[in-house]
């Protein structure tokens, strides 16, 4: 029999085995399985990929990769995993033995695990993401100078006047998100969408920061409540795009303004505001 490891499960190698696929299935439930050979030294770092791990990222948060969902049927995931030797004629026995029953001597050149695929309902399951959304409809209240209109005879109004813009503050909420996106909302607080999101033209989406709240479910996994606060301004017909981007012109009318310093640029920098939700 051949021990080549010519297949990868998150760059582990491994061997299915004849065998794989049996499982039992029942008017309401189904059960299937899946048979591995790995290296030995490696039976815990595929045992992890199979059944989900918690991981940090780099701000010190908890991630959690959900468990492998099984190739035929992607409503089973792996539940449970047996490890056994695959030939216990091949085991080797370390040179220094010890009396430390902590610390084992035994090893063998392969592992096999039977993985057991299951239904599985959890926050952290791909799709299963749930998002709600509040908004508030306000205006914006921008002082023209006198002489920016006229009356219906021609004459200039000579007193200050004032212009009302729609503003619309919308907070979107990720309940079940595993990272606290801590690092990225830091970087675009303060920015314009570069392209359009949530339905708001580039330019016209201005991102005003986020809170996190962290909990700790029974089983030890985090999970984070994220809400991200956007401002989104309406200037009209024919100017929803970089509508943060203008301002009133002195004689009427808005207008597109860029910084006077060397490199320009406009009021706002841009950020691809998908980052938040990827």
Same mark, same amino acid.
Request: with cysteine; glycine share 10%.
């Given at each position: 029999?051949?021990?080549?490891?010519?297949?990868?499960?998150?760059?582990?190698?491994?061997?299915?085995?004849?065998?794989?696929?049996?499982?039992?299935?029942?008017?309401?439930?189904?059960? $299937?399985?899946?048979?591995?050979?790995?290296?030995?030294?490696?039976?815990?770092?595929?045992?992890?990929? $199979?059944?989900?791990?918690?991981?940090?990222?780099?701000?010190?948060?908890?991630?959690?990769?959900?468990?492998? =969902?099984?190739? %035929?049927?992607?409503?089973?995931?792996?539940?449970?995993?047996? @490890?056994?030797?695959?030939?216990?004629?091949? /085991?080797?026995?370390?040179?220094?033995?010890?009396?430390?029953?902590?610390?084992?001597?035994?090893?063998?050149?392969?592992?096999? $695990?039977?993985?057991?695929?299951?239904?599985?309902?959890? %926050?952290?399951?791909?799709?299963?993401?749930?998002?709600? +959304?509040?908004?508030? @409809?306000?205006?914006?209240?921008?002082?023209?100078?006198?002489?920016?209109?006229?009356?219906?005879?021609?004459?200039?109004?000579?007193? /200050?006047?004032?212009?009302?813009?729609?503003?619309? +503050?919308?907070?979107?909420?990720?309940?079940? =998100?595993?990272?606290?996106?801590?690092?990225?909302?830091?970087?675009? @607080?303060?920015?314009?969408?570069?392209?359009?999101?949530?339905?708001?033209?580039?330019?016209?989406?201005?991102?005003?920061?986020?809170?996190?709240?962290?909990?700790?479910?029974?089983?030890?996994?985090?999970?984070? %409540?994220?809400?991200? /606060?956007?401002?989104?301004?309406?200037?009209?017909?024919?100017?929803?795009?970089?509508?943060?981007?203008?301002?009133?012109?002195?004689?009427?009318?808005?207008?597109?303004?860029?910084?006077?310093?060397?490199?320009?640029?406009?009021?706002? /920098?841009?950020?691809?505001?998908?980052? $938040?939700?990827?």
């Amino acid at each position: 029999m051949s021990t080549e490891l010519d297949q990868f499960i998150d760059g582990i190698a491994c061997k299915e085995l004849i065998g794989s696929g049996e499982g039992e299935f029942t008017f309401d439930s189904s059960r $299937l399985t899946r048979i591995f050979r790995c290296a030995w030294d490696k039976r815990i770092d595929l045992t992890r990929k $199979l059944l989900g791990e918690i991981t940090v990222d780099p701000d010190g948060n908890s991630v959690q990769t959900p468990p492998k =969902s099984h190739p %035929e049927i992607d409503t089973l995931y792996c539940r449970r995993v047996q @490890v056994s030797a695959f030939d216990a004629g091949s /085991k080797t026995v370390a040179t220094s033995a010890s009396a430390d029953l902590n610390v084992t001597g035994i090893s063998y050149d392969f592992a096999k $695990l039977t993985a057991t695929y299951e239904p599985f309902v959890s %926050e952290f399951l791909p799709g299963d993401q749930l998002i709600t +959304e509040e908004f508030d @409809v306000s205006s914006e209240v921008i002082e023209t100078d006198g002489g920016t209109f006229k009356w219906s005879n021609g004459d200039l109004v000579a007193h /200050k006047h004032f212009v009302l813009t729609g503003i619309t +503050e919308d907070v979107i909420v990720f309940h079940r =998100s595993a990272s606290s996106k801590r690092s990225v909302i830091k970087a675009m @607080v303060g920015t314009v969408n570069s392209a359009t999101f949530a339905d708001s033209p580039r330019g016209s989406l201005l991102f005003l920061g986020g809170r996190g709240r962290r909990s700790v479910l029974t089983n030890g996994v985090e999970q984070w %409540e994220i809400a991200y /606060k956007f401002s989104h301004r309406s200037l009209g017909s024919g100017l929803e795009i970089d509508s943060w981007q203008k301002l009133w012109k002195p004689g009427g009318g808005w207008d597109t303004v860029s910084r006077s310093e060397p490199g320009g640029g406009g009021i706002y /920098k841009y950020s691809n505001f998908n980052q $938040l939700v990827s």
